[in-house]
């Protein structure tokens, strides 16, 4: 684990723009990973180098050609990323918009019946489902999730799935919750009733904490947002199995292949996924990984995992002498203190306090989170609970025991002076 090697995860906070400063308010925190993850250095530069570039792809110069190859090696890790040897992977706007698009296709070029997705995801996928049935004269139905353990269960899906579901939605991790859901679990229990229903994947808050095995999963589609794992904002990445690629969808006519991809791309957004593929490798490298580049990604995503295991415990139990979130009085976690599917994110509610004031005084420490409220993003997860305001603490695998240590100390302020500054 990364907390045992100083010098290691010394070596993961150097790579990273902005790990203890922002350029606009001075020395923080950053546990506000969940809203966009820190940006790998080689990221910045590729960004920056890639834009300086007048030339076009598709040309017959040098310069095109570099640009292409620059394109072809993203794709192949984007590949390897998702441990997809089959389908195609495309870029396009935003995580959101691609999940708004596979949708689309699955719900368009089906016969009449169900979409099924679940309330404990976010509206990306919730909003792009029932648009769309209702458009292609589909019901819409939503499996309910456990509000006490912030997740839905295979189970739970099983028990809605029947011979009609044709497209079927799940979020890989809750943005809300933190919690984790089977997702390889969940399509074996719809492809049970449903064989032949598309399954699309919103992995967009889980790609920065662990492993992706699309190979393993038995899924259609896959969606991730660059910019919550160490890229940057202004495209998403998805994975379409052969078949959700075969749907009719938007291209130009007479376009070879039948691309899914719109007018000329960025290439700096497929250099900068090589640029964290590369991350990832160096990473697995640096904790034992032997083999290839596959198998540094699956040793870094297992080390990215102990790494916020170990966060998530001492955020929640305490480290040293300090207590931890569960230990302070009026706190309720969201999903619950001892939940092992929790991947680097705790939510919790204050009572008798509006969160909006924690999320404050937190800033006015230096502490970076979020606040989350009961509406069209986390109404669905906190309506049950009872609960209007919370407060959302997000880490990723370069955050320290010591900036723990700092937040539990600033809480147990905030809880032991309602109204100090």
């Not at 920065?208 to 999963?217: K, L, M, N, T």
């Not at 009961?374 to 109404?379: P, R």
């Not at 955050?399 to 500054?421: C, H, Q, W, Y």
Request: proline share 5%.
């Amino acid at each position: 684990m990364l907390h045992t090697e100083p010098t290691l995860l010394q070596d993961v906070r150097a790579r990273f723009a902005h790990v203890e400063t922002c350029p606009f308010t001075g020395a923080r925190i950053f546990f506000e990973n969940a809203g966009g993850a820190l940006t790998l250095n080689s990221v910045v530069e590729t960004s920056a180098r890639l834009a300086a570039i007048p030339d076009n792809q598709g040309r017959a110069n040098g310069a095109s050609a570099a640009l292409m190859e620059m394109i072809a090696r993203g794709r192949e890790d984007m590949r390897l990323f998702f441990n997809a040897p089959g389908g195609e992977v495309i870029v396009g706007e935003s995580g959101t918009e691609l999940l708004f698009r596979l949708i689309r296709a699955a719900c368009l070029g089906t016969p009449e019946g169900v979409v099924l997705g679940s309330t404990v995801e976010h509206p990306a996928t919730r909003s792009a489902a029932d648009h769309w049935a209702r458009a292609a004269g589909k019901t819409h139905v939503l499996v309910a999730h456990d509000p006490a353990a912030g997740r839905v269960s295979a189970a739970a899906y099983a028990a809605d799935v029947t011979a009609q579901t044709r497209v079927a939605t799940i979020v890989h991790t809750s943005p809300v919750t933190g919690i984790g859901m089977d997702i390889a679990e969940i399509a074996a229990e719809i492809r049970r009733r449903a064989p032949a229903c598309f399954i699309i994947v919103d992995g967009i808050q889980h790609a920065a904490h662990g492993p992706i095995d699309i190979a393993g999963a038995g899924i259609d589609g896959y969606v991730v947002s660059p910019y919550k794992m160490f890229a940057r904002h202004g495209y998403g990445v998805a994975w379409l199995s052969e078949r959700l690629a075969a749907l009719p969808h938007e291209h130009l006519l007479d376009a070879p292949g039948d691309p899914w991809e719109f007018g000329t791309r960025d290439t700096a957004a497929y250099a900068t996924f090589t640029d964290v593929v590369d991350y990832l490798q160096w990473l697995g490298t640096s904790v034992g990984a032997k083999g290839g580049r596959r198998a540094c990604l699956e040793a870094a995503g297992g080390a990215i995992a102990a790494q916020e295991r170990a966060l998530c415990e001492a955020m929640l139990h305490g480290i040293g002498n300090r207590a931890g979130l569960a230990a302070l009085p009026g706190v309720q976690i969201i999903g619950g203190a001892e939940n092992p599917h929790r991947e680097g994110l705790v939510t919790f509610a204050l009572a008798g306090r509006d969160c909006a004031q924690v999320v404050e005084k937190l800033n006015a420490r230096g502490i970076r989170t979020h606040l989350r409220k009961a509406d069209h993003y986390s109404g669905s997860v906190l309506k049950p609970l009872g609960i209007e305001t919370s407060t959302r603490v997000s880490f990723c695998h370069y955050n320290s025991l010591d900036e723990v240590s700092a937040f539990l100390d600033a809480m147990a302020e905030i809880v032991d002076r309602p109204d100090g500054p």
